[in-house]
């Protein structure tokens, strides 16, 4: 199981440069349409779709490396100020919660992507992207945030990671 976990962290990583590097494609892209609308005075077709696209997948392929990270937002107070046995259940719970949440959506994404896919879906816009090519990023994303809070669970209930990820929690108990 730990190579599981080793394995997730590393394509978790993945994940994120992944997302990093979506991320400076769309602000390329943008850049792009600025100067050809208004420095070449031509229209712009693709740009906007492609740069919507882009934010919109690294959003959910870059969601395991957010949850390894622990850089999501987080209400934090109750088990800050709760004591080991209180905190450990609500992290549990917390866990679970969202391994819950990321497989319904998981699995209605990649009905909506099959959906996409089999009836040739088309953006609306003069470029006509097939949609299931920006789409997929949902459910392989959602996928991953499932494997990637399956391996957070297991380090939780090993007692290889602290509740919420907070090693300094000991000290308000």
């Known amino acids: ?12 990583q993945l994940c994120g440069f992944i997302a990093a590097g979506l991320i400076a494609a769309g602000v390329l892209v943008v850049c792009h349409m600025v100067f050809v609308r208004y420095v070449l005075n ?33 209400v934090d107070i109750l ?27 998981a699995v209605l994404t990649a009905e909506f992507w099959w959906q996409s896919w089999s009836e040739k879906w088309v953006s609306d816009t003069m470029w006509r992207a097939r949609l299931w090519i920006p789409y997929s990023s949902m459910p392989i994303g959602l996928t991953l945030l499932t494997l990637q809070g399956l391996a957070e669970l297991f380090e939780l209930l090993s007692g290889r990671a602290k509740p919420f990820g907070a090693p300094d929690a000991e000290h308000l108990e």
């Open 42 to 74: 031509h229209n712009t077709i693709w740009q906007t779709d492609f740069t919507t696209y882009c934010l919109i997948a690294a959003t959910f392929v870059g969601s395991p490396y957010v949850l390894m990270t622990r850089g999501h937002v987080n």
């Open 1 to 12: 199981m730990q190579a599981y976990v080793r394995g997730m962290r590393l394509l978790s």
């Open 79 to 105: 088990p800050h100020y709760s004591g080991p046995r209180v905190r450990y259940w609500l992290a549990v719970g917390a866990a679970i919660t969202t391994l819950i949440f990321a497989v319904v959506l």
